[in-house]
């Protein structure tokens, strides 16, 4: 079992930065893949992006080039630097984490607001 706790979030100007910070615990052997979702006010959620135990990374294109994925294995940390923010990425985002390359995340944690508006 792994266990997913998000800080970092809050409210952001247009074109500011905000980092996302995801802890994990429990059975942290176990993960293969760990990224962000996000589902804003009537969406679906819709990943944002994902870093795999050999250190690849995918990143949507609605964020690439401004948001970048990284982790620390010493601190089991995997963390979201979000730049040039725009009123869209206002949502919900969620860290989840899976024992697979491929598939469904079978862990999530709480969630961590977003706010991007001036």
């Known amino acids: 079992q792994v266990q997913l706790v998000e800080s970092g979030g809050g409210l952001v100007q247009p074109g500011g930065s905000l980092r996302l910070s995801c802890v994990a615990s429990?059975?942290?052997?176990?993960?293969?893949?760990m990224g962000w979702y996000r589902q804003a006010p009537g969406k679906q959620r819709e990943l944002v992006a994902i870093?795999?135990?050999?250190?690849?990374?995918n990143i949507a294109s609605s964020v690439k080039g401004r948001f970048t994925i990284s982790r620390d294995n010493a601190k089991n940390t995997v963390a979201l630097q979000m730049d040039s923010v725009k009123p869209e990425d206002t949502a919900v985002y969620y860290c989840?984490?899976?024992?697979?390359?491929?598939?469904?995340?079978?862990?999530w944690g709480q969630g961590t607001r977003v706010t991007v508006s001036s």
């Open positions: 989840g984490s899976r024992p697979t390359l491929f598939g469904q995340m079978n862990s």
């Open positions: 429990g059975s942290i052997s176990s993960i293969s893949a």
């Open positions: 870093i795999f135990r050999d250190g690849s990374t």
